[in-house]
């Protein structure tokens, strides 16, 4: 259970500037959530939507590599499963940061469904 902090522990700390950070955005667009980390870097996965809608996943395939430019459009990651396969893509252009690699060596943790845990890229936006 949260603590429950009195009006003026809230008006104290709203005058001393103690804000509690806004939790990070989230949008989805064609089944990839981007989360915006800093100013023009974000982080891409497989939303929940679309992983309920592909099945248990068997096989990815990360056809990128960290440092490597995207057009917006770029296929960003394949998956197979039990119903299709399906290419997800950036809706950005950008630098890519960071991949995770564990996509591929253990694809079944995307069928986990932790949004968090389901990323699959960062990007730096042009």
Same mark, same amino acid.
């Given at each position: 259970? @949260? @603590?429950?902090? =009195? #009006?003026? /522990?809230?008006?104290? *700390?709203? #005058?001393? *500037?103690k804000k509690t950070p806004a939790a990070p955005a989230i949008t989805v667009k064609d089944g990839v959530w981007l989360e915006q980390r800093d100013q023009g870097h974000?982080?891409?996965?497989?939303? =929940?939507?679309? $992983?309920? /809608? %592909?099945?248990? %996943?068997? #096989? @990815?395939d990360l056809p990128i590599l960290s440092d490597d430019v995207l057009?917006? *459009?770029?296929d960003i990651l394949e998956v197979e499963s039990d119903k299709a396969v399906e290419n997800f893509k950036t809706p950005y252009a950008g630098t890519v940061v960071k991949v995770?690699?564990? $996509? +591929? =060596?253990?694809?079944?943790? %995307?069928?986990?469904?932790?949004? @968090?845990?389901?990323? +699959? $890229?960062?990007? /730096? +936006? +042009?």
């Open positions: 259970m @949260a @603590a429950q902090h =009195s #009006f003026w /522990q809230r008006l104290i *700390g709203w #005058f001393t *500037g974000y982080r891409l996965g497989l939303s =929940s939507d679309a $992983l309920e /809608q %592909i099945g248990d %996943i068997s #096989f @990815a057009a917006a *459009g770029d995770n690699e564990d $996509l +591929v =060596s253990d694809p079944a943790k %995307i069928n986990k469904n932790k949004q @968090a845990d389901n990323w +699959v $890229l960062d990007l /730096q +936006v +042009v």
